[in-house]
């Protein structure tokens, strides 16, 4: 059974930084297309960032300069690094997983974490 645990969210102030983690289990981590994407109440969900292995596919215009994933695949997790944080950052952020061909951080994902609310406030 495919398995997705976030954590590390939490109230951060604007400008600092803070590091999610998806714990993935029940695939082939060392393959899967893995990626990041964020969702405010009352709108749509957003991708953010995708990886096929160790290897970035595609990120939104949004994470370029301040969002970085990586990927430790001895621990099947995934990480993403979020700088120089603005209120408007603040959302629930996902990790999901596609076990189809095509990894973007646009694809219909098959699998999905629960979340972890990222908060940034002064």
């Known amino acids: 059974q495919v398995r997705l645990v976030e954590s590390g969210g939490g109230s951060v102030q604007p400008g600092g930084s803070v590091t999610l983690s998806c714990s993935a289990s029940?695939?082939?981590?060392?393959?899967?297309?893995m990626a990041w994407f964020r969702q405010v109440p009352g709108k749509r969900r957003e991708g953010l960032i995708a990886?096929?292995?160790?290897?970035?596919?595609s990120y939104a215009d949004i994470v370029a300069g301040r969002f970085t994933a990586s990927k430790d695949n001895a621990n099947n997790t995934m990480y993403l690094q979020l700088n120089n944080l603005k209120p408007e950052d603040t959302a629930t952020y996902y990790c999901a997983a596609r076990s189809r061909p095509g990894c973007t951080y646009v694809a219909a994902m098959d699998y999905w974490g629960q979340g972890t609310q990222v908060t940034i406030s002064s």
């Open positions: 990886m096929h292995g160790s290897s970035l596919t």
């Open positions: 029940g695939f082939t981590e060392n393959t899967a297309c």
